[in-house]
């Protein structure tokens, strides 16, 4: 497979036995058997006709913040698309590729003056990720924006989907349900004053890095907002601040948030993840869903 793989992208865009940790916002997750870093289009659709031609496993990674591997780590082709991170803006379009951050889209917009991009400034990940969840904060979402994709399907063909196309909604889309590889997004922005929205954005960020466990590995907010609830305040009135599983540990500064204070395995943190479920389930008779990706093996 490494043959065939370097046939289609450099060697240096190849890695055997990689340890995901290294790729992971939580630090967390066991070796992968290829992962892949491709630079261009044909290049992702190549690869995908390869997976099918083998009948090899296929995983897309994108940047891994709201993500979790698991310590067995991923079986087949893993792709990150680090690679494509062109950024654009014409008038009020701005057209980002899925591996650049949206924190990199948000600023791209303050400097061509455009306004509707501020809520994602504080969003880690990539802006591939950001469609994947239709991803939000501080009452913005990508569907607020996002005017259409071009996908990679699972055939390895080039698509042109609208922002309609994609059944965004609170946290979730349809491109997993349909293997889609996203590979740029186009944005539907407004002009407006620079200080207007550096201001915003400021103002955002301040309260991000002052309420959010910024110091630690994390995956980000761990669980969606619970009708009628918030999950931070559930977690927090349970008494979970500062539970800890080895070396995962409910935050003390934000209680929707398991950081990885020393070296925790992905074992520590999905057990932790449970054990807050079952806690707040208990006591209150909430269902936390998870808003973060568990993926991978579990290590034998």
Known sequence: MYEKL??????????????????????????????????????????????NRETIAFTLLGKGSN?????????????NLKRL????????????????????????????????LEFSCGIPGSVGGALYMNAGAYGGEIKD????????????ELRTLTAEELDLDYRTSNIPDNDYIVLEATFGLKTGEHKDIKAVMDDLTHKRETKQPL????????????????????????????????????????AGFIVNVNEATASEYINLIHFVQDTVK???????????????EDLI
Request: charged content about 25%.
């Open 67 to 79: 993500l979790i591997v698991k310590d067995g780590g991923i079986r087949g082709i893993v792709m």
């Open 215 to 254: 110091e630690y590995p994390s995956c980000g907010s761990v669980f969606k907002r619970p009708p009628g609830f918030f999950a931070g305040k559930l977690i927090q009135d349970s008494h979970l601040q500062g539970k800890q599983i080895g070396g995962a540990q409910v935050s003390w500064k934000h």
């Open 6 to 51: 370097t046939a289609i992208i450099p060697e240096e865009d190849v890695m055997v036995d990689e340890p995901l940790r290294n790729h992971t916002y939580t630090h967390l997750g066991g070796m992968a058997d290829f992962l892949v870093t491709p630079e261009t289009y044909e290049q992702v659709q190549q690869i995908v006709k390869l997976a």
């Open 145 to 156: 924006v996002l005017v259409s994709t071009v996908v990679v399907d699972r055939d390895g």
């Open 282 to 296: 208990e006591k209150f008779d909430v269902n936390l869903e998870r808003e973060v990706r568990i993926i991978g």
């Open 85 to 116: 991170k062109e950024i654009t803006t014409d008038e009020t379009t701005l057209v980002a590729q899925s591996g650049a951050r949206i924190i990199d889209a948000s600023r791209a917009a303050l400097k061509h003056n455009l306004s509707g």
